[in-house]
């Protein structure tokens, strides 16, 4: 059974970071691209950062976030990774990875990409 699972989330404070993780099973991550997206309330789904099956030579950033956070892919233990540095209370959300279909490259913030959701992890920003 395809799952993904996110951890990490939790409160800091405004300039604070955190490191999400999404780890996945029933699924090779190596032949996958995955994403993470961001969902606060009363305000859409907004894409924030993708990396590309393989070796992750692909990464994409939303404006909102490029050049705070990182994303990574660890193939040997089937987790992804969003590193948050600087965090703003604007970054106060649901976040969630998802996976692309098979050989996923150019991935985007867009979710039509991805068909395999996980449930998501609260983070929130706050004094």
């Known amino acids: 059974q395809v799952q993904l699972v996110e951890s990490g989330g939790g409160l800091v404070q405004p300039g604070g970071s955190l490191r999400l993780s999404c780890e996945v099973s029933?699924?090779?991550?190596?032949?996958?691209?995955i994403g993470w997206f961001r969902q606060a309330p009363g305000k859409e789904r907004e894409g924030v950062s993708c990396?590309?099956?393989?070796?992750?030579?692909?990464?994409y950033y939303s404006d909102s976030v490029k050049g705070r956070f990182t994303i990574s892919r660890d193939n040997d233990v089937n987790t992804v990774y969003l590193q948050m540095n600087n965090l703003k209370p604007e970054d106060t959300a649901v976040y969630s990875c998802?996976?692309?279909?098979?050989?996923?490259?150019?991935?985007?913030?867009?979710?039509?990409?991805?068909?395999?959701w996980g449930q998501g992890t609260q983070v929130t920003v706050a004094s």
């Open positions: 998802a996976s692309t279909g098979f050989g996923g490259y150019d991935c985007d913030g867009n979710s039509s990409e991805y068909n395999h």
């Open positions: 029933g699924f090779t991550l190596y032949y996958y691209a």
């Open positions: 990396i590309s099956s393989a070796d992750g030579s692909f990464t």
